[in-house]
């Protein structure tokens, strides 16, 4: 088995002891530990911890989420294993998605980094449902998200320079867009050491404290794509990518999309390692996946 070898490569730890030496039992097809005898499945403390569906579907699933730059619905993959209930099939996309922005989170932003706000269009929170509707930025169907993205040249950009080359991104769903929410994602996500290229917001004024140097334009609406090139190219690939497979996104659910997208793009070169390394991601998180629909 395939995941075994996995979990043995990237080490098996015992959740009681916290031992991380383990003797395989093949007859009930899971670890004991060396010290103080617990089992686990091979399922368990990853990200497929407690689930009812067979091993086949989490590989198929994690073969389809990475043999494709576009992603799928949950009813198209309940489609295809053929499965009876659609809630499970629903979950399971999730965990994996959670997964990929949990093992995105390790690392950090350096260098010069574009940074921008983009405003994804979600379902109405119930919350909010039958309230005045406010139109523009501020609007409940919008959700607010973070864009980072990292470009590989370490110089700022005029309207008139060609679009660098882009390394990393990051897209980080916020409540609202006040200083001391950005503020915090920025020293969560950048490292001190880096240069934040933005436009001149009012939200953005402590960045010079947080990092080495920040770089504040003043963008007029129609330069923005061509100042803070990969922020854009992001933002408008991850809506058309989110259009074309999916309606009337929850606004909680919204990040697990966005992580799904971010992952993938920031393992564009990896070719066909791609599915050992959503392996690797979910083999490494226990999830914590909580749904109620
Ligand atoms: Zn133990």
């Not at 399971?92 to 959670?98: E, G, N, T, V």
């Not at 983009?118 to 039958?130: D, H, L, N, Q, S």
């Not at 933005?198 to 504040?216: C, G, N």
């Amino acid at each position: 088995m395939k995941l075994k070898e996995y979990r043995e490569k990237e080490g098996v730890i015992c959740p009681m002891c916290g031992c991380k030496r383990h003797y395989w039992k093949q007859d009930k097809q899971c670890f004991e530990c060396k010290e103080c005898g617990y089992r686990q499945s091979l399922k368990a403390n990853t990200v497929m911890h407690g689930s009812q569906l067979p091993l086949r579907y989490w590989f198929i699933t994690m073969h389809l989420l990475t043999s494709t730059k576009k992603s799928f619905s949950a009813s198209e993959l309940q489609r295809q294993l053929g499965h009876k209930y659609y809630n499970p099939i629903w979950a399971m996309l999730h965990k994996l998605r959670m997964a990929m922005g949990k093992r995105d989170e390790r690392y950090n932003l350096r260098g010069m980094v574009e940074l921008d706000e983009g405003f994804f269009v979600t379902e109405m929170p119930e919350e909010e449902k039958g309230k005045p509707r406010k139109r523009g930025r501020g609007s409940q169907r919008r959700s607010k998200v973070l864009v980072m993205a990292e470009t590989a040249e370490g110089k700022p950009r005029t309207p008139k320079d060609k679009p660098t080359a882009v390394r990393h991104i990051k897209m980080i769903l916020i409540d609202d867009l006040k200083a001391a929410t950005i503020d915090r994602e920025v020293k969560d996500n950048i490292n001190p050491d880096s240069t934040i290229l933005s436009d001149d917001s009012t939200s953005y004024a402590h960045f010079k404290d947080i990092v080495a140097t920040h770089i504040p334009k003043v963008i007029p609406k129609e330069d923005v794509g061509k100042v803070l090139p990969w922020v854009h190219v992001a933002i408008s690939n991850a809506k058309r990518l989110l259009l074309d497979v999916y309606h009337d996104i929850c606004p909680k659910y919204i990040q697990n999309y966005l992580s799904e997208y971010c992952w993938k793009f920031n393992r564009r070169y990896f070719g066909d390692k791609l599915f050992e390394r959503l392996i690797i991601t979910s083999i490494n998180y226990k999830n914590e996946f909580r749904y109620n629909i």
